[in-house]
C-alpha cells in the first residue's frame, strides 16, 4: 500500500543535540528562566547587531513588551492614550492587539502586492499630528523598501518598530531586519526558521527600553534590572527581591526554550540557505513543467535584500481568485499543508467589527487582493527530495483543473 504524501509547513528541525540540550535541563535544577536565557540573549544580540535583547515565551509577547514598553511610565518618549501607529492591513493578530491593549489608535495602510509588505506610498497620506509610529510587519522573510521607510521615519519624527516574527536572519543593506527601528521582534514558533516549539525575542539598542522590558517580562519588578541594586537600598524596608516599578506581565521563556533555540540559533545560516534552495527548486520545477501557463506569481525581491524565506508566498492568477478557497482545501487533503498570507487583511476578520476603524474600502485594494489570492507552503530547514518537488509541481498545477 502506497503511503500517502505529505508535505507539512516544517519537517521535525530538532536534531539530536537539540533534545540532549533539553533533556539536560529536566536533569538539572533550574527549569524556570536562569542563566542559559541570559547567555543566549547576549549571544543573540551580538550575532543580530544589537545592544541588547529580552527572550520572551512567543512571538506574541515579544510584540506586547515592544509596544508596551512604549507607554509605559519610564519611558523616556511616552506614548500616550488616542496617539497613532501606522500598521499594514496584512498583519498577524498580535501585530496590532498589543496597540489596542496600550489605548494606542492602530491606523491601517495598503501593502504592496508585488512583495506583501507595506505600501510606502501610502504612508504619508495617512500621517497626521497624531501619528506617533510605524509598526512594521516584515512578511515571510522579506521587507520593503528600508531605506526609503527611514527617510519617511526621520522626516516626521516617528518610531520604528519592526515585527521580524517571520523573517529571523533577512537582512536589508547588510543589517538584520528587526534591528533597523527602536525595537525588532522574532518567534521561535515551530514553523519558523528556527524552533523552541514556543519562543520569542526582543532587540533595542537603549538600555532605559532594555530595563523596561525585562521588568516588563516578569511582573513589572525591578529584580532583573541594571538599576536594582540602587533601588534596593533606596527602598532598604522592603524584600529586596519583590520591588515593582510598573506594570508587568509574566511572559518569560523556560531554560528548555531558550537552550534549543540557542542550539538553533547557531544553524541559522544553514537553515536559511537551505529553505533558499528549496525555494528556488520549487519555482523552477513549475516554471519548466510542460504545463506552466503562468498560474502564479512569486513575490519580488529587492537587490538589497537578503531572504531568510519562512515559506513560499504564492499568488494565483486573477482568474483562479474565486476556486482558490477550494483548490487550497483539496491541497490539504492531498498532504500540502498551507497558509493565508498572515492572517489577510486583518480588517475582514471577524473581530475588527468591534473596532472603529474609520476605514474606506477603496484604501485596501492590495491587501484584499493578497487575502483572495494568496497563500504560502512550507520551506523546510533539510533538503526536499525529487520525488516531494515533483509531487507539488503536480499538485499544485492542478488548478487549472478548477476552472
Known amino acids: 500500500m502506497n503511503k500517502k504524501f505529505k508535505y507539512p509547513l516544517l519537517s521535525n528541525a530538532f536534531n539530536n543535540q537539540d533534545i540532549k540540550v533539553g533533556i539536560n535541563v529536566l536533569k538539572s535544577k533550574f527549569i524556570t528562566m536562569s542563566n542559559i536565557t541570559y547567555n543566549f540573549e547576549k549571544y543573540f544580540a551580538k ?30 518618549n511616552i506614548l500616550t ?27 491601517f495602510a495598503d501593502v504592496e502586492l508585488d512583495t506583501f509588505n507595506l505600501d510606502l506610498d501610502k504612508i504619508e497620506e495617512k500621517i497626521t499630528k497624531k501619528t506617533k509610529a510605524v509598526m512594521l510587519v516584515h512578511v515571510l522573510g522579506i521587507s520593503t523598501n ?71 517580562r516578569s511582573h513589572g519588578w525591578s529584580r532583573n534590572t541594571t538599576f536594582h541594586k540602587k533601588l534596593s537600598k533606596k527602598f532598604d524596608k522592603l524584600d529586596k527581591r519583590f520591588l515593582f516599578i510598573g506594570p508587568g506581565y509574566n511572559v518569560r521563556p523556560t531554560e528548555i526554550q531558550s537552550a534549543i533555540a540557542f542550539n538553533q540559533f547557531k544553524r541559522l545560516s544553514k537553515f536559511m540557505d537551505l529553505r533558499n534552495q528549496n525555494r528556488d527548486k520549487i519555482i523552477k520545477s513549475l ?76 484604501d485596501f485594494k492590495n491587501s484584499n487582493e493578497v487575502e483572495n489570492r494568496g497563500f504560502f507552503i512550507g520551506l523546510h530547514t533539510k533538503q526536499i527530495s525529487k520525488n516531494q518537488i515533483q509531487k507539488i509541481t503536480e499538485n499544485l498545477l492542478e488548478i487549472d483543473n478548477y476552472l
Open 81 to 107: 492614550n488616542g496617539d497613532e501607529v501606522i500598521i499594514p492591513a496584512v498583519c498577524w493578530s498580535t501585530s496590532l492587539w498589543p496597540l489596542i491593549q496600550n489605548n494606542l489608535k492602530p491606523v
Open 47 to 76: 550575532k543580530m547587531g544589537s545592544k541588547y535583547a529580552v527572550m520572551t515565551n512567543s512571538g506574541s509577547s515579544a510584540n506586547l513588551l515592544a509596544i508596551s514598553c512604549l507607554t509605559n511610565p519610564l519611558a523616556k
Open 146 to 216: 528600508m531605506d526609503r521607510l527611514k527617510k519617511i521615519i526621520k522626516k516626521h519624527n516617528l518610531i520604528l518598530i519592526e515585527d521580524s516574527c517571520e523573517s529571523l536572519g533577512a537582512s536589508y543593506n547588510k543589517k538584520k531586519l528587526g534591528t533597523i527601528g527602536k525595537f525588532g521582534t522574532y518567534s521561535f514558533y515551530y514553523s519558523h526558521q528556527i524552533t523552541s516549539g514556543e519562543g520569542g525575542m526582543v532587540v533595542c539598542d537603549d538600555l532605559n527600553d532594555y530595563n523596561i522590558l525585562k521588568s516588563l
Open 287 to 362: 516554471k519548466n513543467h510542460k504545463k506552466w501557463n503562468d498560474q502564479f506569481s512569486f513575490v519580488k525581491i529587492d537587490k538589497k535584500i537578503e531572504p531568510s524565506w519562512f515559506g513560499l508566498p504564492i499568488l494565483v492568477n486573477n482568474k483562479f481568485k474565486k476556486v482558490k478557497n477550494l483548490f487550497l482545501e483539496n491541497l490539504s487533503k492531498k498532504g500540502i499543508e498551507n497558509r493565508p498570507i498572515i492572517s489577510g487583511n486583518f480588517l475582514n476578520q471577524p473581530a475588527s467589527k468591534f473596532y472603529n476603524f474609520n476605514l474606506k474600502k477603496d
